[in-house]
């Protein structure tokens, strides 16, 4: 896998939205190329981050 490879498949990566093929080949992928391990670390740390608040209950009158 080739890095345009390895950001075309990103956003399913982190959403497991991969068969078991590409997943591992993007493991591979990660695993001898940096630039690629750092985008991926930093993109699931920022789901990480922003989950709470997706999942957080909207409060009372806010369409009002």
Known sequence: MDCQTFDSSLLDALYDELDAAVSAAMDE???????????????????????????APLPDGLEA
């Open 29 to 55: 992928h990660v695993a001898g190329c940096a630039p690629c391990a750092s985008r991926l670390a930093r993109l699931r740390r920022t789901r990480e981050l922003v989950a709470p608040a997706l999942e």
